[in-house]
């Protein structure tokens, strides 16, 4: 098998490949994988899934995130459990509501009074009226989960190369920018968000925004820009992942009547439909995110009012001030579009006879990419 994509798509079906039986070479055009897979949060996030086939396809990929864990240190898999935290009536009055769906055993849903939430996560010292707890939600190390893949995978039967562009497709082959053919049974292309390189021909349409409007043909794919950004470590542990009352705006389990009592978001995480979420790395770093734009072009730099508003709500809630911000970055992911795609948790198809193409998880790509790969293999 020949792989396309060095990132976490691509990874993860090397590993359900080889345990398969299958021989495989991955290429990856970059000398190691830059896109979505490793500037994302690590978040295995089950609890905002909406119910029926998305929260299934996340908790059969829990299940083999916790296997692979386990075999895999080096993926610094940690049950951390999420605290999702309302600060006002409305979004207390949603989460109690989340808390009483009929699949919240699943997710490992409890509602916790101010109290209770300090004792399962000590840091949270600030101004909250409860939280959701998410047992099931969990964290990895994006910096360190494909090269610790990759680990795992070496020996005869893996071959890593990185440095190669594919830049050609056909039946049961590619060819790399040097020129070289890769022929096998089966070729994976998972470029995430490359949309107009190789597999742009597959992919139809073009970017969005652009002057003129939509593309005559839709893409079933759409690209999503989000800022991110990593403090110095903080000595103290934060327990769980957390996320705040925006985050109900964004996630499909939260679509519930409370939804609509919402008060209007503070201008600043309005304009770039900002969320927090905060997961504490293992050497102490708290990374802390997003904002969601979809019009290109694209940003080519970083906004300071998005990061003025996380870095006060993540203080507000913890009650502290923030260690010193050490790093700040953007990531771009490949989403699945719902006004082309419907339903549709990502796009797979077999663009030529014996070579599938899988990208476009959105926001879910890390936490469901093992459960996705086993997809492919049916
Ligand atoms: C800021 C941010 C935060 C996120 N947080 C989370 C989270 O916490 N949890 C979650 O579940 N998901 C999260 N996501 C989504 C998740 O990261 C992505 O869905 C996932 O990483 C996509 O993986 P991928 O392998 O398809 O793409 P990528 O990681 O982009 O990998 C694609 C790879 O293919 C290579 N490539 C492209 N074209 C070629 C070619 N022609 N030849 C060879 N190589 C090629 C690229 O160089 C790249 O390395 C986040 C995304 C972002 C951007």
């Avoid at 996340?58 to 075999?71: K, P, T, V, Y």
Wanted: a neutral charge; charged letters at 25%.
């Amino acid at each position: 098998m020949v792989i396309a994509g060095g990132g976490v798509l691509g990874t993860m079906h090397a590993v359900a490949a080889r345990r398969r039986g299958f021989e495989v070479v991955q290429l990856e055009r970059e000398a190691e994988a830059r896109g979505a897979s490793v500037r994302n949060f690590g978040l295995v996030w089950v609890s905002g899934r909406k119910a029926g086939p998305e929260l299934a396809l996340a908790l059969r990929a829990r299940e083999l995130w916790s296997e692979l864990g386990a075999q895999v240190p080096g993926l610094g898999f940690r049950a951390a459990g999420s605290l999702t935290l309302a600060t006002g009536d409305a979004e207390l009055a949603l989460l109690k509501e989340a808390a009483a769906l009929p699949d919240a055993d699943r997710r490992g849903f409890e509602l916790l009074d101010p109290a209770a939430v300090r004792a399962v996560n000590p840091a949270l010292r600030g101004e909250f009226l409860g939280g959701l707890l998410c047992r099931l939600d969990a964290i990895v190390e994006p910096r360190q989960v494909l090269p610790a893949l990759r680990g795992y995978l070496a020996g005869p039967g893996y071959e890593w190369r990185p440095g190669r562009e594919v830049t050609e497709v056909a039946p049961n082959a590619v060819r790399d920018h040097t020129g070289a053919w890769h022929r096998c049974d089966l070729v994976i292309l998972c470029p995430g968000a490359a949309h107009t390189g190789v597999a742009g021909r597959y992919l139809r349409g073009g970017p969005r925004g652009v002057p003129g409007g939509r593309p005559p043909v839709a893409s079933p794919v759409r690209r999503v820009r989000l800022q991110m950004m990593q403090t110095a470590p903080m000595a103290e542990r934060i327990t769980t992942a957390l996320a705040d009352g925006d985050s109900l705006r964004y996630y499909p389990a939260y679509d519930l009547p409370g939804r609509s009592q919402l008060p209007p978001q503070a201008a600043a995480a309005e304009r770039s439909r900002a969320q927090l979420l905060l997961v504490q790395r293992a050497d102490g770093g708290l990374t802390i995110g997003d904002t969601h734009e979809y019009a290109e072009p694209f940003a080519f730099d970083l906004d300071e009012d998005a990061y003025d508003h996380l870095r006060a709500r993540a203080e507000a809630l913890l009650g502290a001030p923030l260690p010193r911000v050490q790093r700040r970055w953007a990531g771009v992911y490949s989403e699945v579009d719902p006004a082309v795609s419907g339903h549709a948790l990502y796009h797979r198809a077999e663009v030529e006879p014996g070579v599938i193409l899988v990208t476009g998880p959105g926001g879910r790509g890390m936490t469901c990419s093992p459960a996705i790969a086993e997809e492919t293999f049916g």
